[in-house]
Nanobody, 124 residues
C-alpha cells in the first residue's frame, strides 16, 4: 500500500522559510515522479512543483519560481520542498503526490497517490 506522509508545515512570518518533507513507503520510490500541490480555503488545488524520478528534471508554478526548490533523496524515500521568501498568499494545505514514470506533470489527475497534507500559514 502506497503511503505518502507530509511534514514540516507550520506558522511563519512573511519573508520566512519552511522546509516540507514527503516520506514515501509501499512503492519503488526511485521510479516515480513526485509533485507538490497546495489548496487554500475556497480555492482549487493547484500545482506547486514536481521532480522526476532521478531528480534531474524539475518544474515549478510561476508563482513560486525563484522562491521554492524541490529536491529528493531516493535513499531516504523522501522529497523536500524548500520554501523561502514566503508570502501570505502561500498560505494553504500542501500535499505531495506520486505518479509512476519519469515524465514531469503539473496536472492533478496524473498523480495517483496522495498524502494527507500539511498546513502552511504565512502571517503578514
Amino acid at each position: 500500500q502506497v503511503q505518502l506522509v507530509e511534514s514540516g508545515g507550520g506558522l511563519v512570518q512573511a519573508g520566512g522559510s519552511l522546509r516540507l518533507s514527503c516520506a514515501a513507503s509501499g512503492l519503488t520510490f526511485s521510479s516515480v515522479t513526485v509533485g507538490w500541490f497546495r489548496q487554500a480555503p475556497g480555492k482549487e488545488r493547484e500545482f506547486v512543483a514536481a521532480i522526476s524520478w532521478s531528480g534531474g528534471d524539475t518544474g515549478y508554478a510561476d508563482s513560486v519560481k525563484g522562491r521554492f526548490t524541490i529536491s529528493r533523496d531516493n535513499a531516504k524515500n523522501t522529497v523536500y520542498l524548500q520554501m523561502n521568501s514566503l508570502k501570505p498568499e502561500d498560505t494553504a494545505v500542501y500535499f505531495c503526490a506520486a505518479r509512476r514514470g519519469s515524465q514531469l506533470s503539473g496536472t492533478r489527475g496524473d498523480f495517483s497517490s496522495w498524502g494527507q497534507g500539511t498546513q502552511v500559514t504565512v502571517s503578514s
